[in-house]
Structure formats: structure tokens, C-alpha cells
T-cell receptor, first 116, second 109 residues
Framework: DVKVTQSSRYLVKRTGEKVFLECVQDMDHENMFWYRQDPGLGLRLIYF???????EKGDIPEGYSVSREKKERFSLILESASTNQTSMYLC???????????????FGPGTRLLVL | GQNIDQPTEMTATEGAIVQINCTYQTSGFNGLFWYQQHAGEAPTFLSY??LDGLEEKGRFSSFLSRSKGYSYLLLKELQMKDSASYLCAVKDSNYQLIWGAGTKLIIKP
């Protein structure tokens, strides 16, 4: 079974703090993704990565950065947290070459971040 | 722009059948996914359609019509544990997933 883990289930931070969200997958997947999920909206892609040290901007990258130093680990960084970044953050991974057809994404349990 | 539409909320009775619709307008099409998400948990994969027609998997079936930009998820013999949100997502021409906002399904005894 694919396992995607995230470092925290719940996190409370103050405005201006630097926040690190970690994601680890154990299936040797090439592709990893960070989404945020807000009520009434679909999942929105923040960043993704198709290989180590490679990153691509998603639909809403502003205020975020990422790091992928190892294949199994993909980190999301909020350089200076703001209240509008309060959200559920979901990490996902998928296998196969990018652009594959039935490339199912497997999700971690999510991190619910509250920025005060 | 790209758009995925699903009803916000549906209610059904235990033991009954429910159909959750999804319509999409995307730049290209490389498959449609359905995911289930229980409250406070991660989305989990249910089904994938890339060709027109019905895919059946136990109590769950998913249908696709590419010409109509339409899919539905059919849940039979509903159980209380089926109470969850159901997310429709389409893979576009860049192989990126475009997500609907999800349909919250409430099952009543």
C-alpha cells in the first residue's frame, strides 16, 4: 500500500513566522504535489515536482516555496505566514513518467494550518 | 477558463441508490477521476474513466461521456459509511488535475 505521511496534522503559527510542512512517501514515486483545500473550492495546486531538485509552479504559488532534495521527501515552505494561508494542506504523490494516463495521486492525511 | 461543476450537497437514504453528477469544461482531456474524502481525512481514489461508458467496481460505478463533458458516480446499496465528500477531477491537456469543489453526501437512516 502506498503511504504518504505529513509531519503534522494540526499547526498553529503566528503571522510572519516561517512555516515548514514536510511530506514523505514510501513508494518511490517520481511525482509529488502540494495542494491547499478551502471550503467551497476545489483542491488548488501550489507546487509540484517531477524529479529530485525539480519544481514547477502550480496555480497559486505566491507566498510559498518548495524543496525536493530527496526523492521521497517534498517540503512546502511558507516564507512569512499570513492569515489568508490558513487552510488544509494536502500532499500527494504519483508514480510513472509525468504525463501518464491513469496516474493516480495518493494523498497524505493533510495538515490543518491556522495562522493567527 | 477551466471549470468542473458538481452539486454542493446531496442527501440520500441508507440502502438506496444515489447518482452524483460532474460536468467539465477543460483544455483537453486525459481522463476523469473520482475520489472519496471523509471529513478531516485525505481523499482516496475511487475510479478512473478515460473512454466513454460505464466502469463498475462493486457498489460504485462511474460513467463518462466525453462528447457531453459529463460524468456521474453511482453509489448503490448506500451505507452510513458512504457519508463523505466526493471529488471529481479531470486531467487536462497538460496532464494536470483540475478539481471540482466536491459533493457532500449525507446518508440518513
Amino acid at each position: 500500500d502506498v503511504k504518504v505521511t505529513q509531519s503534522s496534522r494540526y499547526l498553529v503559527k503566528r503571522t510572519g513566522e516561517k512555516v515548514f510542512l514536510e511530506c514523505v512517501q514510501d513508494m518511490d514515486h517520481e511525482n509529488m504535489f502540494w495542494y491547499r483545500q478551502d471550503p467551497g473550492l476545489g483542491l488548488r495546486l501550489i507546487y509540484f515536482s517531477y524529479d529530485v531538485k525539480m519544481k514547477e509552479k502550480g496555480d497559486i504559488p505566491e507566498g510559498y516555496s518548495v524543496s525536493r532534495e530527496k526523492k521521497e521527501r517534498f517540503s512546502l515552505i511558507l516564507e512569512s505566514a499570513s492569515t489568508n494561508q490558513t487552510s488544509m494542506y494536502l500532499c500527494a504523490s504519483s508514480g510513472g513518467v509525468s504525463g501518464g494516463g491513469q496516474e493516480t495521486q495518493y494523498f497524505g492525511p493533510g495538515t490543518r494550518l491556522l495562522v493567527l | 477558463g477551466q471549470n468542473i461543476d458538481q452539486p454542493t450537497e446531496m442527501t440520500a437514504t441508507e440502502g438506496a441508490i444515489v447518482q452524483i453528477n460532474c460536468t467539465y469544461q477543460t483544455s483537453g482531456f486525459n481522463g476523469l477521476f473520482w475520489y472519496q474524502q471523509h471529513a478531516g481525512e485525505a481523499p482516496t481514489f475511487l475510479s478512473y474513466n478515460v473512454l466513454d461508458g460505464l466502469e463498475e467496481k462493486g457498489r460504485f460505478s462511474s460513467f463518462l461521456s466525453r462528447s457531453k463533458g459529463y460524468s456521474y458516480l453511482l453509489l448503490k446499496e448506500l451505507q452510513m459509511k458512504d457519508s463523505a465528500s466526493y471529488l471529481c477531477a479531470v486531467k487536462d491537456s497538460n496532464y494536470q488535475l483540475i478539481w471540482g469543489a466536491g459533493t457532500k453526501l449525507i446518508i440518513k437512516p
